[in-house]
């Protein structure tokens, strides 16, 4: 997804503000998650503002979970226009349940670990010795 006539950025400034290795920036751009990057006259490439917006997308994917599967399903969307918006939304939505799964999951177990937390903290405050050896 590279644009013309915008500031071009090296493959070190967009690992940069990325935050993803340059082997995964070639790594998406030849599996299709990043549109073939523009080059210099040496072959280097070089990253437009877009793309940086574009691999955001997708590091936000990514970091919640969306299977790379998932991502290319998006972004062959993404690239086939204004007709495949609602399908997008639907990808988003699903992923968006799955997220919110995952985040109740992670809100119980916190939940054990805090409560844990409490014992021990009552433990140490305690200055008698602790009993006989529970569950951990």
Do not use: N
Request: neutral net charge; proline residues 5%.
């Amino acid at each position: 997804m590279s644009g013309a006539g915008t500031e071009m950025l090296s493959p070190a400034e967009a690992v940069a503000r990325s935050g993803f290795s340059l082997d995964t920036l070639r790594y998406y751009e030849k599996i299709g998650l990043l549109d073939a990057v523009q080059r210099d006259r040496t072959g280097r490439r070089l990253f437009s503002e877009h793309d940086l917006a574009w691999l955001g997308m997708l590091r936000c994917l990514r970091d919640t979970g969306m299977p790379i599967a998932g991502m290319l399903r998006f972004t062959e969307l993404a690239r086939s226009g204004d007709l495949t918006v609602a399908e997008r939304l639907a990808v988003l939505e699903e992923h968006d349940a799955r997220v919110e799964e995952q985040i109740a999951h992670l809100r119980r177990q916190q939940g054990r670990i805090r409560a844990k937390i409490g014992h021990y903290r009552a433990v140490l405050s305690d200055p008698r010795p602790e009993p006989a050896p529970t569950a951990p």
